[in-house]
Nanobody, 123 residues
Framework: QVQLVESGGGLVQVGGSLRLSCAAS????????MSWFRQAPGKEREFVAG????????LYADSVKGRFTITRDNAKITVYLQMDSLKPEDTAVYYC????????????????WGQGTQVTVSS
């Protein structure tokens, strides 16, 4: 019954910024970690950033470290991804995912997935 819905994707220029949101609805679970993954055409799905329940633990892929920031609002059961200094290689479909307990980069550990939102960075 739990659903994740991403929003905020779109078309931006190189060096621009974008903020993605992932809102949960329906029956959910406590102490969950939420993460962002992305998949470009012809590429494998890759981990981008993740955050635990308290917000005290975050993980970032090296390719986005220093440019992207993940935060969450537990009252709204929503996770955000602030993306700055965007590059053409950031172009992909971005997916939100959730799992109990701690953050990991393995997509197979996540049980709930959103439908994805397209991010396109033009050169």
């Amino acid at each position: 019954q739990v659903q994740l819905v991403e929003s905020g994707g779109g078309l931006v220029q190189v060096g621009g910024s974008l903020r993605l949101s992932c809102a949960a609805s329906g029956r959910t679970f406590a102490n969950n970690a939420m993460s962002w993954f992305r998949q470009a055409p012809g590429k494998e799905r890759e981990f981008v950033a993740g955050i635990n329940w308290t917000g005290g633990r975050t993980l970032y892929a090296d390719s986005v470290k220093g440019r992207f920031t993940i935060t969450r609002d537990n009252a709204k059961i929503t996770v955000y991804l602030q993306m700055d200094s965007l590059k053409p290689e950031d172009t992909a479909v971005y997916y939100c995912a959730a799992k109990p307990l701690g953050v990991v980069a393995n997509p197979n550990a996540y049980s709930i997935w959103g439908q994805g939102t397209q991010v396109t960075v033009s050169s």
